[in-house]
Structure formats: structure tokens, C-alpha cells
Nanobody
């Protein structure tokens, strides 16, 4: 059974940086997509970005994190990363990674298409 195992997160002051990791156990065959989501207690989960593991490794981002967050991958380690810079208090949330089949610029944000989820990790940004 495929699993996503997350690590990283924690507490940081505004303007700081954190890096989250998502290890994909039992790497699927062929191209697939890994998204990063966040959820504040009592609010809907929102996607902050995704990366397509096809040849071009295209990545996509929520407007509010563009230029601050970056998604990357290390195929040798079967790991997807979310580098978060210039963090703001409003970035405070539980962060999740999730996996689905192929994605592109048109559908990467379709939350319902992500099938396998990590366990989540808390990110807290203080002002």
C-alpha cells in the first residue's frame, strides 16, 4: 500500500523559513503529481502548490505563496519538498502532501483528485 510520510515543520518567526519533506513509499510507475495542502482548524483545506513528476517537473502555486514557496523533488530519495520562505503568520496551518495521477496547469488544483495523503505536519509562524 502506497504511503506518504511527512517530516519537517515546526515553529518560526515571521520572515523565517521552513522546509517540509514528503517521502513517497512505493513510488508509482509513470508520471504522477504531488500536491501540498494546508488547513487551518475549522476551515477548508486549500492547495498551495503541486509538482508534476513528468519530464519537465512543472510546478504550480497558489497566488499567495508564489515567490515564497518552492516545490522540488529528489527522485533518488523518492521525496518531494516544500521550501517555505518569508513566512507570514497567515501561513500557520497543518500542512499535508498528497498524491494523484498526472496533473497539469489546468487541473493541478482539483483537490478531489488527490487520492493518497500524508499524515500532516504543523507549521506555526509567530509575528
Amino acid at each position: 500500500q502506497r504511503q506518504l510520510v511527512q517530516s519537517g515543520g515546526g515553529s518560526v518567526q515571521a520572515g523565517g523559513s521552513l522546509k517540509l519533506s514528503c517521502v513517497v513509499q512505493r513510488y508509482p510507475y509513470g508520471a504522477y503529481c504531488v500536491g501540498w495542502f494546508r488547513q487551518i482548524l475549522g476551515k477548508e483545506r486549500e492547495i498551495v502548490g503541486a509538482i508534476d513528476t513528468g519530464g519537465l517537473s512543472n510546478s504550480y502555486y497558489l497566488d499567495s505563496v508564489k515567490g515564497r514557496f518552492a516545490i522540488s523533488r529528489d527522485n533518488d530519495k523518492s521525496t518531494i519538498y516544500l521550501q517555505m520562505n518569508e513566512l507570514k503568520p497567515e501561513d500557520t496551518a497543518m500542512y499535508y502532501c498528497a498524491l494523484r495521477g498526472f496533473c497539469d496547469g489546468e487541473n493541478w488544483h482539483n483537490t478531489w483528485q488527490y487520492e493518497t495523503w500524508g499524515q500532516g505536519t504543523q507549521v506555526t509562524v509567530s509575528s
